[in-house]
């Protein structure tokens, strides 16, 4: 280890100092973006809400802010089915008889823009925001 020692340099301690100070930018202005957002708003929460839709068209809606306990809901269209379950603030496809299985296999969501499909039945479940927050490029309200 000592013989490595004199190969460091004063400014190479001050940019990799400068460096590691650097690294917390990001976290800093994605903080200060949300505090100026949410005084925007009045300085209230945002809501989210889970919204399923099949073809286009809404069929449930459940608010997920504050939600508590679990709630179970099922969407039949004659012979298919998708068994929906909100647990707190989360909300997944625990059953369907949809044959590749997709939708049940990818879990819960919670945050605004993020999506649950299950393309076989044509059913979409979505995390909408009250803020109107775009995420993955998408405006959600």
Same mark, same amino acid.
């Given at each position: ?33 949300? $505090?100026?957002?949410? =005084?925007?708003?009045?300085? #209230?929460?945002? @809501?989210?809400?889970?919204?399923? *839709?099949?073809? /286009? ?34 909300? $997944?496809?625990?059953? =369907?008889?949809?044959?590749? #299985?997709?939708? @049940?296999?990818?879990?819960?969501? *919670?945050?605004? /823009? ?28």
């Amino acid at each position: 280890m000592r013989k490595y020692l004199h190969m460091i340099k004063p400014l190479d301690v001050i940019i990799v100092v400068a460096l590691m100070l650097l690294s917390f930018l990001p976290y800093v202005l994605f903080a200060r973006h949300e $505090a100026a957002s949410n =005084a925007q708003r009045g300085g #209230q929460p945002r @809501v989210l809400t889970a919204v399923v *839709s099949h073809d /286009g068209k809404e069929v449930y809606r459940i608010r997920l802010t504050g939600h508590t306990g679990t709630s179970k809901f099922r969407y039949s269209d004659g012979h298919d089915y998708n068994e929906i379950v909100t647990t707190g603030s989360r909300i $997944a496809i625990t059953d =369907a008889n949809c044959s590749d #299985q997709v939708c @049940v296999r990818k879990g819960q969501i *919670s945050q605004p /823009g993020e999506t649950i499909v299950c393309l076989p039945h044509k059913l979409l479940i979505e995390i909408k925001s009250s803020t109107g927050e775009q995420t993955g490029g998408m405006v959600t309200q």
